[in-house]
């Protein structure tokens, strides 16, 4: 540890000379919660926060989370899954082109993108219940900003050594030294960023041949136009902006007071015990006095700029890097751990005893969240599992509504669409219920009979044109009802589609 | 400006220097101009000076035809010829194998129906929906393509001399059929009209006068029959209708039966060889004959 110069104190500090030692061996860190609502005017340029780094259970937890979700967004595109011939081969693919979306063994058509907004729902409840159980787990650990934020600091303390030395650096002269160390991480966070926003237009097309062509300056300019946005956002809110932007850019800080209560589990600094608060000298008794010696370094380590120790705040975003500060010096100084910790408003009342009770997991909030979302995974997985393979669409010709022949029947025409979703090459047949004396014909198969089969490639519709003829004694009314029913000829599997036979009766 | 110092008003409220105009009392500040609408003022004049380096800009120069080239030797009509060319050259794939396919494959291979069917549509649409409908539902005098009857045919290999050639139009092969005017002409009395008009309407049940009937059935043989044939069932080589069916291609009632005998009707299409090609004329042929009226050879 290095010792501070007298010139770095914050302002709090000044007029009496704080100590050097919080207790005996842990250095007392001289620094001011800068994003802490007591310390920020309206109206402030940013202050940079220099977040150290600690270990522990939640930091190790933290970067495990970190490496996988980073290597399922880069590496997921390039994962294959075998389809049907034509089809493209990637397991996770957005294809505007052929109207499809790939998710391994699922395939939505654009009609069917109510599945999409299906999961949209379960994903919002679950971050629901997820919050009201444990606040704003979300933000610490899941969140893309704090991913990338995360990997970015670690960038920077990779070239420029930890909040000490970055501090320092960021106040020395500009020497080749400190340029080196600053083009270094500027080039490492640009080149992050430009592999993250390459990834996200993977997910919209062949991956291995669009890689090739945007390096070979073949792709759309799309691909481009989007991997340089994303390059741009990546690089500026996780290497510029950070925390400004859940301060300041992002919604669910402010939704988030609507789901948490006093029994949610949050990061809790356990004032009753931590106060009241002070260094700790050698041989110095423990009773009459808080177990928090001060040493700040809850706040040194937060990257959000507060100090835990003024109860809840906005700014958190329940990453717990402070709980793993304080545990590794509650140790140091021979105290229990957990005066940082995952607590609920409830758990301190109970233990100030103004209250009986303490966090149950199972109250009404959770219990209506953890419903909607059953019975919203229940309706989506009863429609998925029961997702039709055809689809049968019957669109009545309306230019001319009706076309009267020669010996005075009449006809009218159809286009029908059937949609096969299977990957195989399928045979339907096509039945027609309707008044007695109807005729079928089909254009471009004169000989299709009464039943005609119809042919559809695999993941294809076809659009196929179907003429009925009723003769002059049927027609008994305006229009007639209709039925198209479409039998897959293989599996019987039936699709329906009820319409009209318009007769000019009365026109 | 150039008002003089002394002139100067300043406005008490907001100490800002007035215009010197008022009107009913009310004066105007005269604020500058904010920094950032000047800023984006001068890039205009800086990037309209750009402009007419590289695009064409300057007109009425001597030497230059039309206006100045401009470094980028920019012209929007030959990016339409070149897209035009372009969008022959994607077509002429398909194109190609329509006009070199025998009539009869195209309605039993599903591809090239498929690609008939859609440039078919699509130059029915252009050409032929002004006069036939949208639908190709007709109007009066021009006849209903959707149903079973024809005047000169109605197999896809008829369907396509007649629009390649026409209908009573300048090109050599075209369609040819004269009916004369019996009635304005003075071939046949007024009388004689009407009684063949009565005979015409008793073909499809429509009339009630038996005499005039047998008296029009005379003038028919001697004067229609030649035509429309011995049992008034047409003949599509003279383009002359079948009397006997329910469709009426200019109405079916008594007055409008008189007056087409009275002065012929001898409608017209033009040839469209000299104006589509090939492809596009098959294509429009596999159209109108897939509309549900069309006859296998």
Known sequence: ?507 | MSTPDNEREIDAVSGVETTGHEWDGIKELNNPLPRWWLWIFYACIIWAVIYMVFMPAIPGLPGAEGATRGLRNHSERVNVARDMAALEEARSVYFSRLTEADLSEIESDPELLTIALAAGESAFGDNCATCHGAGAQGARGYPNLNDDVWLWGGTLEEIRRTIRYGIRSEHMETRMGDMPAFGRDELLSREEVNDVAEYVLSLSGHSEDAAAVDRGAETFAAQCAVCHGDNAMGNRDLGAPNLTDTDWLYGGDRETVRETIWSARNSTMPAWESRLDDAVITALAVYVHSRGGGEED
């Open chain 1, 1 to 507: 540890m290095t010792t501070q110069s007298p010139a770095s104190r914050s302002p709090g500090a000044q007029g009496e000379p704080a100590p050097q030692e919080a207790a005996v061996g842990v250095h007392r860190i001289d620094v001011t919660p800068v994003n802490a609502a007591a310390n920020r005017k309206l109206y402030k340029a940013r202050e940079p926060i220099y977040p150290k780094l600690v270990h522990g259970p939640f930091r190790a937890f933290k970067w495990v989370f970190l490496a996988f979700s980073l290597l399922v967004y880069y590496g997921l595109p390039w994962v294959r899954w075998p389809r049907a011939v034509g089809e493209p081969d990637q397991a996770v693919l957005v294809d505007f082109e052929g109207r499809r979306f790939y998710f391994f063994f699922i395939e939505i058509w654009p009609q069917e993108v109510y599945y999409i907004t299906g999961l949209l729902i379960i994903a919002a409840l679950s971050l629901f219940l997820v919050t009201s159980l444990f606040g704003r787990v979300w933000c610490g650990y899941a969140c893309p900003q704090t991913i990338w934020t995360d990997l970015f600091i670690a960038v920077e303390r990779f070239f420029e050594g930890d909040r000490n030395q970055r501090m320092r650096l960021d106040k020395a002269k500009w020497s080749p030294n400190k340029l080196a160390r600053k083009l270094g991480k500027h080039i490492v966070w640009l080149l992050i960023a430009f592999a993250t926003g390459g990834a996200w237009i993977l997910y919209f097309h062949d991956a291995p041949s669009l890689a090739r062509d945007f390096f070979l300056g073949q792709a759309p300019a799309t691909a481009y136009i989007f991997a340089g946005i994303l390059t741009f956002t990546t690089y500026s809110l996780a290497g510029m902006m950070r925390e400004q932007v859940c301060t300041y850019m992002c919604p669910w800080p402010r939704i988030q007071g609507a789901m948490t209560d006093n029994e949610t589990l949050e990061v809790t600094y356990r004032a009753e015990r931590g106060e009241p608060r002070g260094p700790h000298r050698r041989g110095e008794s423990w009773d009459g006095r808080g177990d928090c010696i001060d040493c700040k370094q809850c706040v040194a380590a937060c990257p959000m700029g507060i100090d835990i120790r003024d109860g809840d705040q906005l700014e958190c975003i329940n990453c717990a890097l402070c709980i793993d500060a304080c545990d590794a010096i509650m140790v140091k100084i021979e105290r229990p751990k957990g005066l940082i910790a995952y607590d609920s408003r409830a758990n301190t009342q109970k233990r100030l005893g103004a209250a009986k009770r303490g966090t149950r997991i199972l109250r009404p909030r959770t219990i209506y969240y953890a419903v909607a979302l059953a019975l919203v995974s229940v309706v989506m997985l009863v429609a998925f599992s029961s997702r039709s393979t055809i689809d049968l669409n019957v669109l009545r010709d309306r230019n001319p509504n009706y076309v009267q022949l020669s010996d005075g029947s009449v006809r009218n025409g159809y286009t029908v669409k059937i949609i096969n979703k299977n990957n195989t090459e399928q045979t339907y047949r096509l039945t027609i219920d309707g008044p007695a004396g109807l005729s079928v014909s089909v254009v471009g198969a004169p000989d299709a009979g009464p039943e005609p089969e119809f042919t559809v490639g695999p993941d294809q519709v076809g659009r196929f044109r179907v003429y009925v003829t009723l003769p002059r004694e049927a027609l008994t009314a305006a229009s007639l009802p209709l039925t198209f029913t479409v039998s897959e000829t293989a599996t019987q599997t039936e699709a329906v589609n009820p319409t009209m036979f318009q007769t000019g009766v009365g026109q």
